[in-house]
Structures are given as C-alpha cells and as structure tokens.
C-alpha cells in the first residue's frame, strides 16, 4: 500500500467548474500535511496546509480527517491558471520528511 | 522569503560520468536538506536526508555509493551521480526546512539525462 494515494485523474473541467480531489495517507502518526501543486517540469510550490479543523483560502478549502487518515482538497470557481498537478503531502518522522502522493492533473477547460 | 538556489538546472551527460548538483540556501540555514528524484509522470521520491556535518540517511533502495551527499556546511549541500548511466535521467529537487515550523522551501529542480 502507498504511504500517500491520490487519484491520478486527469481531471478536465470547464472554466467555472468545482472540483475535489481525495488522499489517504498510511501512517497514523503523521504530523503535518500539505497540498502542493506542480506546474510542468517545475518544482512543487505550497498551496496550503491542511488543518482539522478546515481552512480556506479564497478559491481553495482543504480538510483534514484524521481519524480515516484523509486529505480533501476543494477548488471552486476553477480558472485556466489553475490546471497543473495537485500534490498531497504529508510530514512525518523526526525529521519531518515529505512524503508525496502521486499527484492529481486538473486541467481546466475554457 | 527563504530561497534555495539548485544548480544547474540542466545537464546532459555522457554514460559513466558523474554529475554534481548543489543546493544553496541563500538567506537561512539548513541544518537538514532533502534530495528528490522524479520520473516523469510519477511524483517525488524521497532519495536521501541530508544533516550538517554527518552523514546522510538514504532511502531503502537508494545506493549511497552511487549518489554521494555532501552537506558540509549550513548553506551547502550536493548530490553527486557518480558513473551515471541512462537509467539515472530524471528530475533532481532539492529542499530545506525553512524555522521550526513546517516550512519547506524547494530547490527549482536539476533534468539530468544521461546519454
């Protein structure tokens, strides 16, 4: 079983559209966790934190179940500019390394 | 903000030859860097942890002797390919800790095809 699973899509909608992607992580004793989003051929670049507790941040609305161990992530009124790759990721270990999901493609449509 | 400088950011090389690539942080100190390597169309696989001043953990199935970690000091590490062969061609990412928080800044990433 992957440490990080996502859905790999693609997911391709239209301007305007709503959107959700899915992770599930592994390791219960994970401490922190992330959504990053990768352009082509770019490096990874942080999108949000992920809290229990939600959090919102304009367009986007990350949630946290620890208890399933799941990482949602919520993009309304989806914009051409936001078609890349959306990374789940999560922090665990002394060290606190990034683990990376295998990532979701979102291409938006006009 | 915190930046890492990666260089180069490209290089192609010939089979057998090694490869160095450097991470800078320009403005904090890393006290431990990550080195990432990605496939295309596959996400970033933790290759190794990098600490100041000892040696590197490595990931299982991760050969320590073919990719050589070097992090001498608090703003430097490298990753070295030694004898590279074509099978090695991929995306090399660095990244650091940025405080005591949960800040990660990457390096803009190293495409290294061996031909």
């Known amino acids: 079983r992957k440490e990080v699973e996502q859905d790999p899509g693609p997911f391709n909608v239209p301007e305007g559209a709503t959107v959700a992607f899915n992770c599930t992580y592994s390791?219960?004793?994970?401490?922190?966790f992330f959504w990053y989003r990768q352009d082509c051929r770019k490096e990874p670049k942080l999108l949000m934190s992920?809290?229990?507790s939600g959090n919102e941040d304009g367009r986007f609305t990350a949630q946290l179940n620890r208890a399933s161990q799941y990482i949602s992530l919520l993009i309304r009124d989806s914009k051409l500019s936001d078609s890349a790759t959306y990374l789940c990721?999560?922090?665990?270990?002394?060290?606190?390394?990034?683990?990376f999901g295998s990532g979701t493609q979102l291409t938006v449509l006009p | 903000g915190a930046v890492v400088s990666q260089h180069p950011s490209r290089v192609i090389c010939k089979s057998g030859t090694s490869v160095k690539i450097e991470c800078r942080s320009l403005?904090?100190?890393?006290?431990?860097m990550f080195w990432y390597r990605q496939f295309p169309k596959k996400s970033l696989m933790l290759m190794a942890t990098?600490?100041?001043?000892?040696?590197?953990?490595?990931e299982q199935g991760v050969e320590k002797d073919k990719f050589l970690i070097n992090h001498a000091s608090l703003t430097l590490s490298t990753l070295t390919v030694t004898s590279a062969h074509p099978e090695d061609s991929s995306f090399y990412i660095c990244?650091?800790?940025?405080?005591?928080?949960?800040?990660?800044?990457f390096g803009s990433g190293t495409r290294l095809t061996v031909v």
């Open positions: 990721v999560v922090a665990s270990g002394s060290a606190r390394q990034l683990t």
């Open positions: 990098s600490n100041e001043g000892s040696k590197a953990t490595y």
């Open positions: 990244s650091a800790r940025t405080g005591g928080g949960d800040g990660y800044t």
């Open positions: 992920v809290y229990s």
């Open positions: 403005d904090f100190q890393a006290t431990t």
């Open positions: 390791n219960s004793a994970s401490q922190s």
